[in-house]
């Protein structure tokens, strides 16, 4: 594993990014956000403390820029634990009681006494020796096994009990993960989730009394409630007949709301908590993050890069593309019946999907024979990875089926090229096509927002931009303005770096 | 005639055997019998067999000739179980957990193997450390008493596989044959020779048969490849790393009973013998005959472990798989706590009858082992100083059930500690006492009671977290 270019005093660092499964040992996504982030603020020095799973063995799948100094990980479920030293009664009870109100209610002092707790050496054994509590004191004492029951008793008191146990056993593992990590002292920290990355940036923020912030691009809490609805590792003892209407919780509900209550901790916590578009800022509001907290930074891309492109509108067909990886969150499904549809009113039009095919072999096999059970074969084209400049000045029509996305550079790369765009109504896609609330002066429609697994919509909205120019080329040109001024990789790169100033002089 | 597929009905002959043998009436003595047999069969036997030769046969051999006969099987009976009783604990939970995942016959065969090789080994090294610190000069009796240790090992680790897989029944078959032989050859060796060590050989060869009948039993007609059996050894002694606790408990159990009869053997009163064995017939003679009246205790134990005990493991183990709420789990928790002390304490209402019993009839058993008026009170306090041994015996098996093992080495340390610290300053305080085992187990009660008592009542926690070894990967 890359070790950072140099090392420097924790006191000397500016700001700590807490990311969790992600950055460096995932390619693509948020990953390529946070390199993109840091590589754009060359004067800060960063700190980049990793949350995984175990600690075994990663490959590093990104390279430091110069300007991180420190890196470390954090194990949730670590492979070695050390062995219980168990509380006296009297510390027993009232840890037990700070865990039930940070799980029940997501409270925050009940959070930041359970950080003092942690950093303050306590008497523990049979010869009462005073040090510092380990996960594993924290996590296999009586005292934590008393407010598990504690909490199982108040919550799902009809759920499993082993299930309940090894949820408890997870989330409170990494709980306590996050507690006892080492933490580099830096001026504020970052957190790019909420969830546990979220809690280890409150607790460096409550230990070292420096600001957090929280940076969110999905909605972690909304992801991991999605996660585990349709979770088929988890069996329900509790049967709510058809309608699921019973007050009875389950040890589903357990995990949900327990994430919930760690995202309502980061968001008491944190000093600012930013997010892509306005659409997340009514889930954060949902959770208990205070208005007042709540900003919006959009990603930003390169604009100088498409700057040299013309279109190429002579000697091809209409094409249309939609640009992603061939994985069912994509559904690319629902664009390959749309191309069907389309191809009836446009016959010689072309729909490239354009990504690698490798995540999801099965997925990519399914959407192959849906094409060829439609004819489609020489409409279709999946044409793998490929340098999408390459294409985009061939490109009419831009379409995104997603079922869920946040900010997809996609569109935002099709508009700097002007092309217009028809998108799922997800995430950020209808501030993207139809300008933000607040876009002032208000620049007009770049396209077509469309329901999603919605093939009939997806399919009138493309031929009515592929048969109208003038709607095409005036939709591109809105896209191209509303890119160019909300979404330039300068404009957010200013904006974090307003942020990291309030943060760092507070 | 019977119809095609049906056996005929029994007989009268076969109903009345059943019924009396395997039904109500004798098949919980039976089952009592194979128990003590596992527990205690190699000292009832080699007691019996010596106290027999030693009638029969004094005028020839003469009484340093007995005396060295009955100490070198003394001497090897003590040394081996401490080899073997931990080895054979190892190797006994090792098949269970095997038989649990579905391998237990491919691992049975060659984890016999390995732990009686490791056993034997180890008894062996042991013999032969003790034998040149004695400084046995006869080296065909140091030879003969090595391999006595050796078979006795091997013995004892075989019982315990036996016990492990519940084959009672050719256990009690195999062990007569095995004693059987012993005993006859000794008696027709004696009228052959008076060499002690061909008396120590004939007896051995008995042992050895068991062991070489019960191996056979286990392993079957085709010994496990050679692949296996390096297999077994990459299990095994990883194994009696990880359960090292549950080793130094086995041991420290096994020392804090003899320690006391060493500290006369290695005193200033000490006895030794023409061979050149160390002991002190006065006290191990007393302690010897209190400490048989223990047996009941063991074997009952046994048989309760194997009976209620395990049901209410198996109910409480069965709720947690039927993914059962809280509620329903705790109710089998409190049942295993009410059946466990409801156990406990009727063997020790047992056993304390049978010492009460013993006490009374202590007068019958002076005049039998000829004892003196100072022997005679010895001995009524060794029954009550075996009676709460009896007690810890039974509290250390709650903690080894309720998976408490660092706390049941503790206890069984601390017994042997204080048998060690409390025979010395007895002795030389107040002379030859059985006083110093008596304080001892009775100062080690409170502890154990106090550890069995918070491992029941917080069974469930050391169960899934304080004692579960599958949440402490890589210590």
């Keep these: 594993m890359q070790q950072p270019h140099s090392e420097i005093p924790d006191s000397e660092i500016d700001v700590c990014l807490v990311v969790e499964g992600a950055y460096p040992f995932v390619a693509g996504g948020v990953s390529s956000w946070l390199d993109w982030l840091i590589r754009n603020q060359p004067e800060l020095s960063f700190a980049v403390v990793a949350i995984v799973a175990d600690d075994g063995p990663r490959q590093q799948k990104m390279a430091f820029p110069d300007n991180v100094v420190h890196f470390s990980t954090v194990a949730l479920s670590p492979r070695r634990a050390g062995r219980s030293r168990q509380f006296p009664r009297q510390a027993a009870d009232w840890f037990g009681t700070r865990l039930e109100k940070v799980l029940a209610e997501g409270d925050r002092a009940a959070f930041a006494d359970l950080v003092a707790f942690a950093e303050t050496p306590q008497p523990r054994g049979a010869l009462r020796k005073r040090r510092q509590p380990g996960r594993s004191d924290l996590l296999d004492s009586m005292a934590s096994w008393d407010a598990m029951l504690r909490v199982y008793e108040q919550r799902a008191p009809q759920s499993s009990f082993m299930d309940f146990f090894w949820a408890w056993r997870f989330l409170l593992g990494g709980f306590f993960s996050v507690l006892t990590a080492d933490l580099p002292k830096a001026a504020c920290y970052h957190a790019i989730s909420t969830g546990f990355a979220g809690l280890l940036a409150a607790r460096a923020a409550l230990a070292h009394d420096r600001p957090a912030l929280i940076t969110e691009h999905g909605i972690y809490t909304n992801e991991r409630r999605i996660d585990l609805t349709m979770a088929d590792w988890l069996s329900d003892t509790i049967d709510k007949g058809p309608r699921g209407i019973d007050a009875r919780k389950d040890v589903r509900d357990f995990w949900i709301e327990s994430f919930e209550a760690f995202a309502r901790v980061s968001y008491a916590t944190a000093r600012r908590i930013t997010t892509l578009y306005r659409g997340n800022q009514t889930f954060q509001r949902a959770i208990g993050a205070e208005d007042e907290k709540l900003v919006v930074i959009p990603n930003g891309i390169e604009l100088g890069q498409f700057a040299g492109l013309e279109p190429v509108s002579t000697g091809r067909r209409p094409t249309v593309a939609l640009i992603g990886r061939v994985v069912p969150i994509k559904d690319i499904d629902t664009m390959i019946v749309a191309a069907a549809e389309i191809r009836r009113n446009v016959p010689d039009v072309e729909v490239l999907i354009m990504g690698p095919t490798d995540e999801d072999p099965d997925y990519f096999a399914t959407c192959q024979k849906r094409v060829q059970s439609l004819g489609l074969e020489n409409t279709v084209r999946f044409t793998g990875r490929v340098n999408i400049f390459d294409y985009l000045p061939r490109i009419d029509v831009l379409t995104l089926t997603s079922i869920s996305e946040a900010q997809p550079l996609v569109l935002l790369e099709g508009g700097a090229a002007g092309i217009p765009c028809v998108a799922t109504d997800v995430g950020s896609c209808r501030e993207i096509i139809e300008g933000a609330p607040d876009e002032a002066p208000k620049l007009g429609t770049a396209g077509f927002v469309v329901p999603p697994m919605s093939p009939q919509a997806m399919s009138e909205a493309v031929v009515e931009l592929l048969m109208d120019d003038a709607l095409r080329r005036a939709c591109g040109a809105v896209l191209k303005r509303r890119v160019e001024s909300r979404f330039s990789s300068g404009a957010s790169s200013r904006r974090y770096a307003d942020l990291y100033r309030e943060a760092m002089a507070a | ?475």
């Excluded at chain 2, 019924?19 to 036997?45: D, H, K, N, Q, Y």
């Excluded at chain 2, 009796?141 to 036996?162: E, K, P």
């Design chain 2, 1 to 475: 005639m019977s119809a095609p597929g049906l056996s005929p009905p029994p007989s009268r002959l076969e109903h009345a055997l059943s019924w009396t043998a395997g039904g109500r009436v004798l098949g919980p003595v039976a089952s009592f019998l194979e128990r003590m047999m596992v527990v205690a069969g190699p000292w009832l036997i080699s007691i019996t067999a010596l106290a027999v030769i030693s009638v029969t046969f004094e005028p020839v051999l003469g009484r340093s000739g007995i005396e060295d006969l009955s100490l070198t099987v003394i001497y090897a009976l003590c040394l081996a179980p401490l080899t073997a009783g931990p080895v054979g604990a190892v190797v006994a939970r090792l098949l269970n957990e095997a038989a649990e995942a579905g391998d237990g016959e491919g691992r049975t065969a060659s984890l016999t193997l390995v732990g009686l090789v490791v056993a034997g080994f180890g008894a062996a090294v042991l013999a032969v450390l003790v034998g040149l610190a004695l400084g046995i000069a006869d080296r065909g009796l140091m030879v003969a008493f090595v391999f006595l240790t050796v078979a006795s090992a091997q013995l004892w680790v075989c019982l315990a596989i036996l016990a492990a897989l519940r084959a009672y029944g050719f256990l009690m078959a195999a062990f007569t044959a095995g004693m059987a032989l012993s005993v006859g050859a000794m008696f027709f060796t004696a009228r052959a020779t008076m060499s002690i060590d061909f008396l120590v050989w004939s007896f051995t060869a008995g042992l050895f048969f068991f062991v070489m009948l019960s191996t056979g039993r286990v392993v079957g007609r085709v010994w496990p490849e050679s692949e296996r059996v390096l297999q077994a050894c990459r299990v095994f002694f990883p194994a009696l790393v990880q359960q090292r606790f549950l080793v130094l408990g086995i041991l420290f159990a096994f020392l804090a009973v003899w320690v006391d009869k060493w500290v006369f053997w290695f005193g200033p009163d000490s006895i030794v013998s023409d061979a050149g064995f160390r002991h002190f017939g006065y006290y191990d003679s007393v302690m010897f005959a209190a400490h048989l009246s223990i047996l009941p205790t063991f074997a009952a134990m046994s048989v309760f472990h194997d009976g209620p005990l395990t049901r209410a493991v198996e109910t409480f183990r069965a709720r947690l798989h039927t993914r059962a709420n809280h509620e329903s789990v705790r109710a089998s928790v409190t049942d295993l706590g009410t059946t466990v002390w409801t156990g406990v304490i009727r063997i020790g209402f047992v056993q304390g009858i049978v010492t009460i019993a013993a006490i009374l009839l202590a007068p019958i058993v002076a005049r039998l082992l000829d004892f003196d008026i100072t022997q005679f009170f010895l001995v009524r306090i060794g029954f009550v100083a075996v009676f709460l041994h009896a007690i810890i015996y039974l509290l250390g098996a709650i903690l080894v059930m309720s998976g408490r093992i660092r706390t049941f080495c503790a206890v069984q340390g601390l017994h042997l500690a204080a048998n060690l610290f409390f025979s010395v300053s007895f002795y030389f305080t107040v002379g030859v006492s059985t006083y110093g085992f008596f304080v001892a187990s009775l100062a080690v009660i409170p502890v154990a009671f106090g550890a069995a008592h918070v491992a029941l009542s917080r069974f469930l926690y050391f169960s899934l977290v304080g004692e579960n070894e599958s949440l402490y990967i890589g210590n």
